[in-house]
Every structure is written in structure tokens, then in C-alpha cells.
């Protein structure tokens, strides 16, 4: 009898990663198409389902050896319904996803947000295997999170939990986020904060090797930092200062085995993650410091299908 494989699709602003995977997690055949954000993102269900029933005939395998469709999807999403309640960047509000993919593919479709899909993905297949009790922290144009008790995602209330992006470092005069406060962790910890951070520096007048650049990014700030650059090491200090301090606040919650740092941020290595351990180090709980170890992510773009297809394991495949 043929293996049976699961899909998973992760949706992105720009791009949909796809993939067809084996109930073991090996990534089989992976691919991805551009994100159709025409009249509201409305056509973007019906560009999965045939990108999916075009990847089928070109490798000449039918529909039924597909046991469902994982998806991770940008914004909160309604546990109940598979509905994505806002996505900001694609033009949803309340958008059925779940409904109109499982119409269009004439498959069982389960949706979550994309930061808890990365998270399971890591957990699965990447620096998170073999932990039950992880936090998974995205550093890229903003900051994701996913938190993992028990090997379960933590949803909250009304599936907002895991917003870590949005806890409040800076209390008083913080800079305005997208979410609508001041202050957030994002607006430090992320690529966007860190060149906001490394602009604030430079307009005090002090050397840097950032001064060459015409537009600075964030990669820029960590390489100069390598190379000993004071104002970009200030700059480096002061996320690692906050980034382990807001997760300390997590961690003395849940009390972790792993912290798996991923996202394009997190590229810097060693340059961000040694002084991220020294302060969360410091502001931890002593035994959980001493549980929780911080690694980097290992499933860069595939943690997000590998994540989507664990979850069409989990809660698809026991009831087929």
C-alpha cells in the first residue's frame, strides 16, 4: 500500500511555501507560488488548491494518497472555524480559510497562525526535537512567537496567546507599534527596531562604521557589531537587554526545556545569542535558566510546512 503524505502550506505576504510530506516529517516535494493578494486576498484559497492538484499530476500521484492540508496563516485564528479573524497583510478580516480551502481541494483542512506552525515545526523536526515544553521566538520584520506546553500550542483565551512580540519593554515614551500600543518588544527585537535603534544612535554624531551605508538594515548593525564597532555593539546590547528580558517573563511561566530563536535576525549567531543568554541568564528564575537551553532555529523556510503538516497528523489523520 502507497504511503499516505500530508500538505503543508505555509501563506506568507509575498510568497506560499508548499510542501508534500511523509507521515515521518521528511519533506518529499517542496515548492512555492506568489501570494495572489488581488481584491482582498480573496483568490488566494483557490491558487493553493490548484498549485496542489498541479504538483499531483506532474508527479503523477492521485488525490487520495493526501490526507489533509495544514496550513499556517498570518493573524489570529478562530480555533472553533478555521477563520483567520484579521490578516493585515493579505486584506482578510473573518476570512472562512478553513471552508473555502476544504472546498476548493476536496480535502480536511486544519488552520493556525503561522508563528505556532513554525514553533510545532521546530519542535518536530528541528531545535526543539524531544522537548515537550518549548518557546519559539521569531525575529524577522516583526517579532512571532509560538509557546508549546506539553507538546500542545498555548492558544489562550481568544487565540491570542503567544504574542510575544507585543509584551511592553519600553513602558513610558516607547515607539508606536503596528498593533496599535507604544513600546513593544517588536519595536525593539525586530530587524525594523534594530535599524529604528541604530538611526536613534547615529543622529547623536558618534563614529560608526554605519555612516558608509545609505540605508542601514539590520544586517549591517550585526556586522559592524563583529567588527567592534561601539555604536552598533550599544545597539546589540540594548535588544539582547530587552529580548531576554521579556523572555525570562515567559519563561518563569512555563518553565521551557528549549528556547529556539529563529527568523532572518537571527542569522547574527553568536553576535546576538551571547548576550541574549547572559541577560536572560540574569533575569530568569535560577532553575528555569538552568532547564531552559537557547538554541537557533534549524528549519529556516520549511519550519512553517513542517509545522502544517504536524498538525494534519495530529488532528486529521486520527479521525480518517
Not at 521528511?26 to 492538484?53: F, M
Not at 471552508?99 to 488552520?111: A, D, K, N, Q
Not at 507599534?177 to 534594530?194: H, Q, R, V, Y
Not at 547574527?268 to 535560577?286: C, E, I, N
Request: charged share 20%.
Amino acid at each position: 500500500m502507497e504511503e499516505k503524505w500530508l500538505v503543508g502550506v505555509d501563506l506568507g505576504g509575498t510568497t506560499i511555501k508548499m510542501a508534500f510530506i511523509s507521515l515521518a516529517g521528511d519533506i518529499l516535494y517542496s515548492w512555492e507560488i506568489p501570494t495572489d493578494k488581488r481584491e482582498n486576498g480573496s483568490h488566494i484559497p483557490a491558487a493553493i488548491a490548484s498549485s496542489i492538484h498541479q504538483k499531483l499530476s506532474e508527479y503523477e500521484v492521485t488525490k487520495e494518497r493526501l490526507i489533509g492540508v495544514g496550513i499556517g496563516a498570518p493573524g489570529p485564528v478562530n480555533e472553533a472555524d478555521g477563520s483567520v479573524e484579521i490578516g493585515v497583510n493579505l486584506g482578510w478580516r473573518n476570512f472562512p480559510l478553513q471552508e473555502i480551502l476544504e472546498r476548493e481541494t476536496s480535502l480536511p483542512v486544519t488552520v493556525e497562525n503561522d508563528a505556532n506552525v513554525a514553533a510545532l515545526g521546530e519542535m518536530w523536526k528541528g531545535a526543539g526535537k524531544g522537548a515537550k515544553n518549548l518557546l519559539c521566538v521569531t525575529l524577522g520584520t516583526g517579532v512571532g512567537g509560538g509557546i508549546i506546553v506539553n507538546g500542545e500550542i498555548v492558544h489562550g483565551a481568544n487565540g491570542a496567546g503567544g504574542e510575544i512580540g507585543h509584551i511592553t519593554s519600553v513602558p513610558a515614551h516607547g515607539a508606536p507599534c503596528n498593533c496599535g500600543k507604544t513600546g513593544c518588544l517588536e519595536t525593539i527585537a525586530s530587524a525594523t527596531g534594530i535599524v529604528r535603534l541604530a538611526v536613534e544612535k547615529l543622529s547623536s554624531g558618534q563614529p560608526s562604521k554605519l555612516r558608509e551605508f545609505d540605508v542601514v538594515t539590520s544586517k549591517h548593525v550585526f556586522d559592524a557589531a563583529k567588527q567592534g564597532d561601539e555604536l552598533a555593539n550599544t545597539v546589540i546590547e540594548q535588544v539582547a537587554y530587552h529580548l531576554g528580558l521579556a523572555l525570562s517573563y515567559i519563561a518563569n511561566g512555563i518553565n521551557p526545556e528549549k528556547i529556539v530563536i529563529g527568523g532572518g535576525v537571527s542569522k547574527a549567531g553568536d553576535t546576538l545569542l551571547v548576550p541574549l543568554k547572559r541577560y536572560f541568564t540574569s533575569f530568569a528564575f535560577p532553575r528555569v535558566a538552568q532547564a531552559a537551553e537557547i538554541v537557533p532555529a534549524t528549519l529556516g523556510n520549511q519550519a512553517g510546512v513542517t509545522g502544517a503538516a504536524w498538525l494534519v497528523k495530529e488532528k486529521i489523520l486520527p479521525n480518517r
